[in-house]
């Protein structure tokens, strides 16, 4: 027969293979294992169990059978990987062969042999342990053996520090108790089990824990302590933070910690910590913003640790990120570094810690810190990390004394998705060709990832800047140039990430005419232009010595026209009624024949300006300021008694003498008296 060409064997052979795999596959099954179990006293049936198939989404049908066989029953079929074998199915005191075979969608297996003397597996209870001492370190317990009408057999006993994973196993014989006379740790939990088999039958199974608390004694070593720290506002805030101690140097159960922070002592307890203390399974923080160095203590019920000292950083750091490099996903996060070039850990013998924290959590929150020695350059953290949330990590050195330094900071994510909206986007300033943007960036806490940059578009379709999102934390502005006078404008922005743009926010705008544009410049112009020019006369008149009009600063002797013996004269007048009779209502120009001016030269106006507003030269010459009122009062008074009114030449000649030199003088501030304080005969008519 002539051989088949290579390809076809090929394709045979795979397509066997194929089907060995998928349709018929052989799993393996464990040999059963049958006991007849005991209380008070042994039951009849026989129970056996054994591994099931390890895909529990594979739906398996198991049948145990057995040989030889009584009233021709010789298999049970289950669900479960367990069975009974009840009495009237097997002989007493005779040799059974018992196995199991198991069917599933992928094939089928049988389990080898297990053969053994019905007679000869009953299996007791477990032993019960009835006492424990810690010193010395003990257990007592008792069996059901004699229960059983059956002699004492041998018994095991097992025992492991609560730190250990691993059990110790002993072999007691027929003793009933068990001392443990091996080197124990201060103030350790150790625990201890136990299991015995009777003169005939099998091994019980292991009995409850016991465990037993070993002396205590005074804890040993120091915390690791730590801070956790923000700067707000250019202020510092800072909490302490600490590791707990293993129980081989805590070497008891701690009921506390001390803490001593710029003269103030913080005593906490474990048992009732209140909201000053925060703990998990690992570490605490101390709910108290400290500003400064501290010192700490843990103690049991026997003593205290070593004191821990920490100096809390000053807020001006180095950081120099390429010295630092991780790798994050959410379930570790490996940080590798280079030593900074200026730091000899071999002259210096400082440490390193790194450290994480979640961006945006409460102090003391989403933190955690390793200490490494001075030949360490990695760290790896285990630990759950979220996904598209930053977690800034921070490399320190620290020395002996408790002083740190930082080196490195970085943000890393342990995945990154497209980033949300811009949280601000509008238009503070438009011109004809230009306008510009303002947008808060999106916060650090929110990013889902580390924005690349920003790109604003929309003015022209092929009109699109990238904006740098550096500095994060800082409001932005931009520029768009080139646009067009008096059009309608929509524009957009966006943040990116490696993962991708995010949604757009759009600000709409027109730009100004260019008529507007003219006008616009021409008044700034003309406001500068007017501004300038009062600034220079009130400069001219300061400099030659020229009085201001101002009702806050006018001279004593200013006269007051309501002292006036001509006005009273005129409001006896009105208030007469024959007068009322043969005059008119409402005089228009009352003559005013005799007018007493006085003069108020500059230096008196600017004497009269600084004693207004120098409140405190009052204050000290107060008991003269009154005197000096009550002189001035009696002065106006009797300055404003020699007016005169007459029809005759006299008074026109004194008011054509005083013209002339107020003229030469004070021209302005006499026409400012007649118009501040000259009635009109409205006004003293009430009209």
């Known amino acids: 027969m002539a051989l088949l060409p290579i390809w076809w ?70 669900g479960n990987p367990s069975g009974i074998i009840h009495r009237e199915n097997f002989a007493s005191h005779r040799e059974l062969s018992v196995w199991v075979q198991a069917v599933h969608q992928n094939g089928s297996a049988k389990s080898p042999r297990s053969v053994f003397d019905t ?140 803490v001593l922070n710029s003269g103030i002592w913080y005593n906490i307890s474990t048992a009732r910590p209140g909201r000053q203390l925060v703990c998990d399974k690992t570490k605490c923080y101390l709910n108290v913003s400290l500003m400064s160095s501290a010192k700490i203590w843990a103690y049991n019920s026997v003593g205290a640790s070593a004191p821990a000292y920490l100096h809390f950083p000053q807020p001006d750091i180095e950081n120099n990120k390429e010295i630092l490099s991780f790798q994050m996903n959410p379930e570790k996060l490996d940080v590798q570094w280079d030593p900074p070039a200026h730091l000899s850990a071999r002259d210096t013998g400082d440490d390193y810690v790194v450290q994480y924290k979640q961006v945006g959590q409460p102090l003391g929150q989403g933190f955690d810190w390793l200490r490494v020695n001075q030949s360490g350059t990695s760290i790896t953290f285990q630990d759950q990390f ?115 743009p995010g949604a757009n926010v759009s600000a709409k705008f027109k730009t100004k005419s260019e008529e507007q544009t003219v006008h616009f410049i021409l008044a700034v112009l003309g406001s500068a232009a007017l501004i300038t020019i009062v600034c220079a006369c009130i400069f001219v008149r300061a400099y030659r010595g020229d009085t201001l009009s101002s009702p806050l600063c006018f001279d004593k002797n200013v006269p007051d026209p309501h002292n006036s013996l001509i006005l009273q004269q005129l409001k006896n007048q009105i208030n007469d009624h024959s007068v009322w009779l043969l005059s008119p209502l409402c005089e228009p120009h009352p003559e005013i024949s005799v007018l007493e001016v006085v003069e108020n030269k500059p230096a008196t106006f600017f004497s009269g300006c600084l004693k207004t507003f120098n409140l405190d030269q009052q204050m000290e010459d107060s008991s003269s300021s009154v005197e000096s009122d009550r002189m001035d009062q009696r002065s106006k008074k009797e300055d404003y008694s020699q007016m005169l009114d007459s029809d005759g030449e006299q008074g026109g000649q004194q008011l054509l003498d005083h013209e002339e030199h107020w003229n030469s003088s004070q021209e302005d501030f006499s026409s400012g008296y007649e118009k501040h304080f000259m009635p009109t005969p409205q006004e003293l008519l009430g009209c």
């Open 386 to 500: 979220r996904k598209y949330r930053p977690y800034q990590v921070s490399l320190y050195s620290v020395s002996h004394e408790g002083t740190s330094r930082q080196h490195s900071s970085v943000i890393a994510y342990s995945g990154q998705t497209i980033p949300p909206q811009v949280p601000s986007f509008k238009v503070i300033k438009i011109n004809a060709y230009s306008v510009a943007l303002f947008w808060e960036p999106i916060p650090l806490s929110m990013q889902n990832g580390v924005v690349l940059y920003y790109q604003i578009g929309g003015a022209t379709p092929n009109d699109v800047h990238n904006v740098s999102a550096v500095p994060h934390n800082e409001n932005r502005t931009f520029e768009l140039k080139g646009l067009s006078p008096g059009r309608n404008y929509e524009v957009w922005i966006k943040a990116v990430t490696v993962a991708g």
């Open 119 to 258: 007679g000869k597996i009953q299996k007791p209870p477990a032993p019960s342990i009835t006492s424990s001492h810690r010193d010395p370190m003990e257990i007592h317990w008792d069996l059901t053996c004699e229960k059983l009408h059956l002699g004492m057999g041998s018994c095991d006993v097992r025992h492991r520090a609560e730190t250990e994973k691993d059990w110790v196993k002993t072999d007691v014989g027929s003793h009933t108790s068990y001392e443990h006379r091996q080197p124990v740790q201060p103030g350790l939990t150790y625990e201890f089990q136990v299991r015995c088999a009777c003169s005939t039958g099998l091994m019980s199974d292991w009995s409850g824990t016991t465990k037993i608390l070993s002396q205590e004694m005074t804890p040993v070593g120091e915390l690791d302590v730590w801070r956790d720290c923000k700067v707000s506002q250019q202020k510092l805030s800072c909490v302490l933070l600490w590791k707990k101690l293993p129980r081989s140097q805590a070497r008891g159960e701690i009921l506390g910690y001390t």
């Open 9 to 78: 064997q090929l394709c045979i052979f795979f397509v066997t293979a194929n089907n060995r795999v998928v349709g018929a596959t052989d799993f393996l099954l464990s040999k059963p294992r049958c006991y007849i179990p005991c209380g008070q006293i042994c039951q009849a049936a026989i129970h056996c169990y054994w591994d099931a198939w390890p895909d529990h989404s594979v739906s398996t049908n198991y049948t145990l059978h057995w040989e030889p066989p009584r009233h021709n029953k010789d298999h049970v079929n289950t």
